[in-house]
Structure formats: C-alpha cells, structure tokens
C-alpha cells in the first residue's frame, strides 16, 4: 500500500506507540500535538494511511466535533488486526466524526480495502472484489468514488498514478517498494497535458523551471510511504514500512521493520535535542528550499526548478541519490530474509540501522551543487 503525503505541517517524522493491543510505528507531525497518526503499521500487520476528500461531505454539516482522521488512523494502529476490525471501529465512533476522508487499509490476512468516510456515514471499497478493482488496485487522490460527481481535487494526480501503473502491468514490472517510488512517488507525469518532464523535449527547450501544478510530488508533500506486507501464513510483525521523508524527488527511502518498532532508524525519529524533527526531513527541506523552491516572492512559490532535481548531464540531486538508494534496497534484501525466516534480531537490525543511517547522511553532505 502507498501513500503520499500532503499538508501543510511539512515537518515529519516517524514514531514508536503502544496501544492497547498492538505496538505500532506512524507517520506523525514533528510538533505533535497529541495522539495522531497519518499512515502507520501496528504488530499484528494492520496498516493504514488516508487521503482528504473533498466532495462526500453533507452539505450544510459543519460539524466539526469528534476525532477527526488523524486521531482515528491512531486509534486504529493500536486497535485493529484486519480490515473487519476497522470496520467495527468505525461503528462505534460517536457521530458526527470530525471526518471527510478515504482510509485505505490491508492486514495480514490478504483484506485490502477503501473506506469513503464523512461525519455520520462510511462505504468501504474491498480490493478484493472484482467488480470494483478488476485489475486488482485501487487508486485514490483527493475525491471519493461516490461522492458527489466533478466535485473534490486529486483528477488529474489520479490518472498520472493509474497512467504508470498501466504501463508497469503492460511491461510486466513488479511492484516492489522501489518501483513505487519512482514511478509514483516521483513521477513529474501529467496526464492533462501529457507531458513527462523525465522523458519531454519540454526539458530542454524550457530553462528548467516548471509549475507546481498536478504532478504526484508538489511543493506540499511530506512524505511517501510503502507498506510492504507479508506473504501468507507469514507472521504480521514482518510487515516492513518504508518512507521517502519530506520531497520524495530528493529524498532517498528508508525501510523500518514493525518487528522491532522500538529500534528505527536515527535519522527518522525525534532528535535527541530540540527541534523535534527528525534529521532526514531536515536535510532534504533544506535542499528542497534552497535549489527546488528557492522563490519566494510574488508567485515565485509556485514554481519549481526541476533541473536541480533532474537533468541530462546527470548531476540532479535525485541522480546523485539514486546509487545510495539502491545500495539501501539492495542490503535490506538479505535483512529482510532473515526477518522472514525468524532469524532477525534485534542487534543486527540496530547495526544495520547505523549503516543506512551512515549512508544516507554522509549522501546528503557529499552533495555537489548544480
């Protein structure tokens, strides 16, 4: 399952929780001020992320009392072990919600779902069935499938993911965490135009600055997060969630196992000394302010210098990632052997945990300006 993140608290990092079932780990707002997640995995293998929906409210409900999503996606992580579960919450919220929102949610036990929520009411949209998911996915942006029609935001971001998906069915791909990362997360696809800046002649007739305007990453994403489930008859605590911090283009995707949810890497979790961010997101904002959104004038913020991120003598900062990140896939291969035979404790995950963490910081520093 995968998840881009968009808001306006740009500051992220990853947490440890106990519930009152399950330990969990979760996306969460660097200033958190209370018991909210924003897409998290939990022991048993449960995990859950959301988008806002724009057009599946009530008209006239300005209700704003209950938990709201993010106070919800918390409870949930330390509640629920499968979808059935997160249905049964969902029943016994008091109503009105504090919601407008599609979760979507899998568990170990192959549940894969949708759910299109508002205050007082939710519709779940399984995976699984066929006549809702043909080809098996389902892909959501900022509307929801029965809400009100041409209303809510996320059409053209929609059909950009559907568009790489399609093409990664036709090519046989598979879809691995890695895939999904750079043919989603950092995809610069836009469908209404059909235009790909990766692949466009646009590139090179351009100066190298863009709108930031319906691509898949934009100037609001915080993060992206991968959920890699487990196989059958797997235990759920082999669930692994992956997270490109703050602006995926320049962010380089760091796995964290739910099985040992108190051992995450440094550069994810809280510092040690104020602020409260975690470290990657702090490297790759201010990489993201200085050369991708220097502007800030007028409507300067509004625009984008891809060839910083990207460019065909190779030196975008996304290039110069691209080796540290696949050496990070590529080691957490036998890791991730280990965890499914049994044999993964946690000391060696902590050394490992150094390596990445080593890798990527020292990636961040050695950076050459383009």
Not at 15 to 34: E, M, T, Y
Not at 190 to 198: R, T
Request: glycine share 8%; proline share 5%.
């Amino acid at each position: 399952m995968w998840k881009n993140r968009d808001t306006d608290e740009l500051n992220n990092r990853i947490g440890h929780f106990k519930g009152p079932r399950f330990d969990f780990i979760a996306l969460v707002n660097s200033p958190n001020k209370g018991r909210e997640a924003w897409a998290g995995a939990n022991a048993a293998g449960f995990c859950i992320m959301n988008t806002a929906s724009y057009n599946i409210h009530i008209i006239g409900d300005n209700s704003t009392e209950g938990d709201g999503e993010g106070r919800v996606m918390f409870k949930a992580l330390g509640l629920c072990k499968t979808v059935a579960d997160f249905e049964r919450l969902l029943d016994t919220l008091k109503k009105p919600m504090a919601i407008e929102a599609n979760f979507g949610v899998i568990d170990a036990e192959g549940g894969a779902a949708y759910f299109e929520v508002n205050n007082y009411k939710w519709i779940k949209r399984d995976v699984n069935d066929p006549a809702i998911a043909p080809q098996g996915y389902i892909v959501y942006t900022n509307f929801s499938f029965t809400g009100r029609a041409d209303e809510g935001h996320g059409y053209i971001r929609h059909d950009n993911a559907d568009y790489a998906i399609q093409n990664g069915l036709k090519n046989g791909d598979a879809f691995t965490p890695q895939w999904i990362f750079n043919n989603l997360s950092r995809s610069y696809y836009n469908s209404f135009i059909g235009a790909d800046l990766y692949k466009s002649n646009i590139t090179k007739e351009s100066n190298g600055w863009f709108i930031d305007q319906d691509f898949i990453p934009r100037e609001s994403t915080s993060a992206a997060v991968v959920f890699q489930g487990v196989k059958p008859g797997e235990s759920g605590d082999n669930t692994i969630m992956w997270c490109a911090m703050s602006y995926p283009p320049i962010s380089i995707a760091v796995p964290m196992f739910v099985k040992y949810p108190d051992a995450l890497p440094e550069i994810m979790v809280k510092q040690t000394e104020a602020p409260s961010n975690c470290k990657m997101c702090d490297m790759v904002l201010a990489l993201k302010y200085k050369e991708i959104f220097p502007v800030k004038r007028g409507n300067g913020y509004k625009y984008f210098n891809f060839s910083k991120v990207f460019n065909a003598n190779g030196t975008g900062y996304e290039q110069q990632l691209w080796p540290v990140e696949n050496q990070i896939f590529n080691d957490t291969e036998p890791v991730i052997s280990l965890l499914r035979k049994g044999k993964l404790n946690k000391k060696d995950l902590e050394v490992f945990n150094d390596k990445v963490c080593s890798m990527v910081t020292s990636a961040y520093a050695n950076l050459k300006s383009n």
